[in-house]
């Protein structure tokens, strides 16, 4: 029987149940995972009318499968969406759904400040097919409603960005966009739904690396977008089944519905842990600048504060030495492992300008916003003593 409550479910709750009723499933408390490739059709006529869209059901794992139906309504439900289409990275979501929105002859205005393979899928993926590429400082609306035009199909921002912690102010992007009839798409990476939701303030599409946070174990590659049901069935349809064939595997969606269902204390514990180590490292001699939204000195504090329902788990910070300082100290950890990725259990130290963002060049690095010292870390769950005490020694 469907829990019958009087006001809407928490997302913790929903997190853990919504869309599952075991009763239905042979009184399995967790839903089972359909490991097929394939499904039967009771006969000739029914698969027809299913490939005419005539009728509901499941014709075939790429286009869709009930294990990983079951978290794209879980993470749609979050996101406060009507749809979600699960694929098999976050770039398999970014470049399944630009592929499917642009033309040639298309303009896509994008933040300066993008994951580094974001940034190459557009510069030397859909440049090629005559897109066109503008990249905008986003933190300025003003920025945006100037380079706008009836040619902008769509504009794409992260807040906030991987991995210079910069903020979009979705509300106010979203409203400039829909007055030329463009589309908003937020990666949502950083944030997760528990800490934003871009389509309450006004995003049509919100996407995410479900790598990170949404896995949240480090065990997995996979990628969601969420947003309208037609739209999102045109991704099913054309950018996910026919245009990249990056489809989420089953048994990743059963990994990531189990991560969802702690990911409300996970995000409690980042967010906690992240202002403790952001304060300790600006507090720090050697620390000449920490990029936190937490912090009072992060220029959009105050729009984070509006935006955000917590800071999240992402620090990026420099050291007076510069870049020699900053790997010298990386090398000098002994817990925190020095990897890409983010968002797991365990916490990570990595250098963009030669790791995630070596695919922009040193000149578009400095263009964009994403100096060579600057040092990302992604804190983990463990006990913020503990990381604290590795950073402490490595910054001796
Ligand atoms: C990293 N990031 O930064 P898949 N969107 C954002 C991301 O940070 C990433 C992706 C999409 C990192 C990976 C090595 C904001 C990835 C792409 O890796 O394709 O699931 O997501 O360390």
Redo the contacts with the bound molecule.
Sequence with gaps: MAFDSSRPLGPATRAIHHGYEPADHENALTPPLHLTSTFAFPDAETGGALFAGDAEGHIYSRISNPTVSLLESRIASLEGAEAAIATA??????SATLWTLVKPGDEIITDET?????FAFMRDGLSRFGVKITHVDLRDPEKLAAAISDTTRVVYF?TPA??NMRLVDIRAVSDIARAVGALTIV?N??ASPLLTRPIELGADFV??????YLGGHGDL???IVCGRAEPIQDIRMIGVKDMTGSVMAPFNAMLVMRGLKTLQLRMQRHCESGQKIAEWLEAQPSVSVVHYPGLPSHPQHELAKRQMDGFGGMIAFELDGGYQAGIDMMNRLQLIRRA???GDAETLI?HPAS??HSTYTEEERAAHGISDGLI?LSVGLEDVSDILTDLERALA
């Excluded at 996407?207 to 990170?212: D, E, G, Y």
């Design positions: 990275s976050g770039m398999g979501a970014i993008l994951y580094g393979c974001t992260e991987n991995p990666d990476t950083y996407l995410h690396s479900a790598t990170k590659v996979a990628g890409v990725s983010l990595q790791m995630t990302r």
